[in-house]
């Protein structure tokens, strides 16, 4: 039976030492050397891994007790990497693209990925803005008890959008404007729920972590009870380490 490794990252040489971390399928984790790189592997089991909730999570625990246990800086893998010999890393990988991968490390080199993710609640946001509107209250109260047509409905919905997603431009433009500035780099991405309004990655010094998670604290008593903001301080460097960015 042929053997075949799962790849997880890749760090620079030697890479982290004396790793006491199990991967999937409660595999050893350990580093195998090729030019310059140390590339952080297990065992597989399983000549393809579905994408379930342990193994994402497995392959993220792995990333991050490297880092934890020796070089922070790392280029993450996507998750599901398995091969079967070490030259088809060479041949499709270093060879073609080794220039990158060690751009890449200098980009990262001193730096960590933080994330940000903000949620709100639409319904309640809407009673606030109800409140707060006397102009919006004044339309809604005048059509109440009528019969309505099709072009006033449309009327007042486009003002109530209007003004929400006006309400939610000022919430994201509050995190952009304070977060972008203690950032070498950022990625915003697409909410993963309708009630995440800002997702958003960033690269920043290692050491100027305290300070970021204080503007994140600072926001979110501006904000008062009207957020919830998830944030990751410590987490692989996925949104900044893609060879396609260099191109």
């Known amino acids: 039976m042929p053997q075949f490794f799962y790849l997880y990252g890749i760090f ?4 982290p030492q004396d ?11 350990a580093t195998h050397l090729i030019d310059n790189f140390a590339f952080l592997y297990s065992e597989a089991q399983q000549e393809r891994y579905l994408a379930s909730r342990k193994n994402l999570l497995g392959h993220e625990r792995v990333l991050e007790a490297a880092m934890q246990a020796g070089d922070r800086t790392l280029l993450p893998l996507q998750f599901g990497l398995v091969i079967e010999t070490w030259e088809r ?17 200098a980009r990262l080199d001193g730096h960590r990925e933080v994330s940000v993710k903000v949620l709100w609640q639409a319904d309640v946001e809407l009673n606030q803005l109800m409140a707060e509107n006397a102009d919006l209250r004044h339309q809604r109260d005048q059509l109440e008890g009528k019969q309505l047509s099709m072009d006033q409905v449309v009327s007042i919905g486009q003002s109530i959008e209007q003004a929400v997603n006006a309400r939610k431009d000022d919430i994201v433009n509050a995190f952009r404007n304070t977060l972008n500035a203690l950032a070498v780099e950022m990625v915003e991405n697409d909410p993963m729920t309708d009630a995440m309004i800002y997702n958003a990655a960033y ?4 050491e100027g972590e ?16 009207r957020l919830r903001i998830r944030y990751n301080n410590f987490t692989a460097p996925f949104n900044f380490a893609q060879l396609d960015q260099l191109e």
Not at 19 to 29: E, S, T
Not at 89 to 105: A, C, D, S, W
């Open 12 to 15: 620079p040489a030697p890479g």
């Open 19 to 29: 790793l006491d971390v199990k991967g999937l399928d409660n595999q050893p984790v």
């Open 89 to 105: 890393v060479t041949q499709e990988l270093i060879t073609p693209r080794g220039n990158g991968l060690k751009q890449l490390f």
């Open 203 to 206: 690269l920043i010094p290692w």
């Open 210 to 225: 305290a300070a970021f998670s204080a503007a994140i604290e600072a926001l979110d008593a501006q904000f008062e009870d």
